[in-house]
């Protein structure tokens, strides 16, 4: 399976736009590209997913760099419910394999009032 | 809404003891799935069940068994366990559609002494 690399940790402001970076450099031409997010003591969640081209749903935006070997998921305005461990992952469609997504570490975010 | 549901809570159990973790959820969901998290870490998968009838094993199957009792219900059974199973496990299910997301349930804390 492709791997992921996520900054351990990242810090911002309540109320600014925070900037998720995944660098995913062997990703393959089938593989989406998932993210969830866990808040404290509660199971993950899923944020959004994509494959190429830019996408937006009302918790957050995804931009796809043009080789996909990056992607940045983006919190436009951090509140503080938005403080959690999140992940992004590879998922392959390709060769009818079963839906076992593989969770990384993720990135721990805090975000200060 | 209640969408997954996982009993118990807590548990904890002496080293040798049996128990079984409930899971259930309400969202006529065809694959459902069991993960664990240790502390500082990402899930691993334990088994999953794409559909009724059917189980399969995951990165992390030893010590335990699973049971896919009807499209509601999947259960994960610890026959003796061992203080290495001291974890978080996650219940997860998800419907139909090639990039569906996986929905979680909020856990069960179970530390074995």
């Known amino acids: 399976d492709a791997k992921t690399t996520q900054p351990n940790s990242m810090e911002s402001n309540e109320e600014e736009p925070v900037h998720l970076p995944c660098n995913h450099s062997?990703?393959?031409?089938?593989?989406?590209i998932h993210w969830y997010r866990q808040l404290p003591s509660q199971g993950p969640e899923y944020v959004i997913h994509?494959?190429?081209s830019n996408v937006n749903n009302r918790m957050a935006s995804l931009a796809i760099a043009e080789d996909r070997k990056s992607s940045t998921l983006i919190l436009h305005r951090a509140t503080l419910r938005d403080a959690a461990v999140y992940y992004c992952?590879?998922?392959?469609?390709?060769?009818?394999?079963?839906?076992?997504?593989?969770f990384g570490k993720g990135t721990l975010l805090t975000v200060n009032p | 809404n209640a969408g997954v549901t996982q009993t118990p809570k807590f548990q904890v159990l002496k080293t040798g003891q049996s128990m079984t973790l409930q899971c259930a959820q309400d969202?006529?969901?065809?694959?459902m799935y069991w993960y664990r998290q240790d502390p500082g870490m990402g899930l691993r998968l334990i088994y999953y069940?794409?559909?009724?009838?059917?189980?399969d094993k995951g990165e992390v199957p030893n010590g335990y068994n699973v049971s896919r009792l009807n499209k509601r219900e999947f259960s994960l059974r610890l026959e003796s366990a061992a203080p290495s199973q001291t974890s978080v496990y996650f219940c997860?299910?998800?419907?139909?559609?090639?990039?569906?997301?996986?929905?979680f349930g909020n856990g069960t804390r179970l530390t074995v002494t």
């Open positions: 997860a299910s998800r419907g139909t559609g090639e990039n569906s997301p996986l929905h």
């Open positions: 969202m006529n969901h065809n694959s």
């Open positions: 062997t990703i393959s031409g089938t593989d989406y």
């Open positions: 069940s794409a559909s009724e009838g059917t189980t």
């Open positions: 992952i590879l998922r392959d469609v390709g060769g009818g394999s079963n839906y076992k997504l593989t």
């Open positions: 994509g494959l190429t």
